[in-house]
């Protein structure tokens, strides 16, 4: 390719946003190859391969990390790589002590970070982690902070409607659910959450509409 390292992976970032993973990844690597120490382009990787659920991702985010050391956002990825997998350990609920351990390693790298009290992404990592350790009142306040920062990102809102469902208030769930889906309409989260959330409220009617909706996402 003509393009320059740097520019790779600036597309590749845009790729990434639009979902566009596979292409991204590849974009990242062909930047990688052709200059090593991009840090950028490894933490492009990572979080590639976190969104995959691939454990490699903390290698990439290591060679970030090698590359450039003041590099504040392949730290935030091997945090989100545990809040991940502190998640799915809450969610299946079998393994109480790894969905523990994975939360304190999440919390430790989140409180590695320089801008934590004002970084949007670092907020709601922190607050999710919360969630699946249950201090719901915690995590409102965080995804608050995180939504007074960046009000329009919907995958704020769609944790803070998170904390709402798994709290019991489901009503507020949806609310903000529906504000999440109204910035993105492709929005697997918000989508899933309102299936789960109408299930709940005994609304097969409409939950069935929103699985729809996800199917239609492929």
């Given at each position: ?20 993973y596979?292409?991204a ?8 190859a052709?200059?090593?120490?991009n ?38 990825g ?9 998640v ?12 523990q ?5 999440a919390l ?9 009290q004002?970084?949007y ?10 969630v ?20 329009d990102?919907a ?18 769930a ?7 889906l109204?910035i993105?309409?492709?929005?697997y ?15 097969p ?14």
């Amino acid at each position: 390719s003509s393009l320059g390292s740097k520019e790779m992976v600036t597309r590749a970032d845009s790729l990434t946003a639009n979902r566009q993973y596979y292409e991204a990844f590849l974009l990242y690597r062909t930047a990688v190859a052709k200059y090593p120490q991009n840090s950028d382009a490894w933490t492009g990787i990572g979080n590639i391969q976190v969104m995959m659920c691939g454990s490699m991702s903390t290698v990439a985010y290591q060679q970030a990390l090698n590359a450039y050391p003041e590099n504040q956002n392949p730290i935030i990825g091997v945090a989100n790589f545990y809040t991940k997998q502190a998640v799915i350990e809450y969610t299946n609920k079998q393994r109480p002590e790894f969905m523990q351990e994975n939360a304190g390693n999440a919390l430790k790298y989140y409180g590695m970070v320089k801008d934590k009290q004002t970084n949007y992404k670092v907020l709601n990592g922190i607050g999710t982690v919360q969630v699946v350790l249950g201090n719901h009142d915690e995590a409102i306040k965080i995804f608050g902070r995180s939504l007074e920062i960046k009000p329009d990102r919907a995958e704020s809102l769609n944790g803070m409607a998170f904390t709402y469902f798994e709290k019991g208030d489901t009503q507020s769930a949806i609310a903000y659910y529906e504000k999440s889906l109204s910035i993105d309409g492709g929005n697997y989260d918000a989508l899933s959450g309102l299936k789960n959330s109408y299930q709940k409220l005994q609304r097969p009617d409409i939950a069935s509409s929103y699985e729809t909706a996800l199917q239609s996402l492929g």
